[in-house]
């Protein structure tokens, strides 16, 4: 069964930085990118960063490019979300998703829609 959990969620300062965690059972890499969305209060839930299955291709909304890092442990089945220079606009829950690609080379898009959800990561961050 497939399965995503996130982790790392936490009450951070302006200005400072966490790391979420995302990690995965069920399916292999190979066959699926893996994204990262997030819902503020009060707002739709945006899709902030896409991996394609190889690693070759990872995208970012303008929204978090420059302070956010995508990054992958095949060996702990776990995709991270490093934050830094976090701002109050960054508060949300921190969601990580999966969809199946066609291929192993398939270039995500943040426009994609993903069929398998995680039950998201609160991340506060105060002024």
């Known amino acids: 069964q497939l399965r995503l959990v996130e982790s790392g969620g936490d009450l951070v300062q302006t200005g400072g930085s966490l790391r979420l965690s995302c990690t995965k059972s069920?399916?292999?890499?190979?066959?699926?990118?893996i994204a990262w969305f997030r819902q503020a209060p009060g707002k739709e839930r945006e899709a902030i960063s896409c991996?394609?299955?190889?690693?070759?291709?990872?995208a970012y909304a303008d929204s978090v490019k420059g302070r956010f890092t995508v990054s992958r442990d095949k060996g702990k089945e776990t995709v991270y979300l490093q934050m830094k220079n976090l701002n109050a606009e960054d508060t949300g829950i921190y969601y990580c998703?999966?969809?199946?690609?066609?291929?192993?080379?398939?270039?995500?898009?943040?426009?994609?829609?993903?069929?398998?959800w995680g039950g998201g990561t609160q991340v506060t961050v105060s002024s």
């Open positions: 069920g399916f292999s890499f190979d066959n699926y990118a």
């Open positions: 998703a999966a969809r199946r690609t066609p291929n192993y080379y398939y270039y995500c898009s943040l426009r994609d829609s993903y069929d398998y």
């Open positions: 991996m394609s299955p190889s690693d070759s291709r990872i």
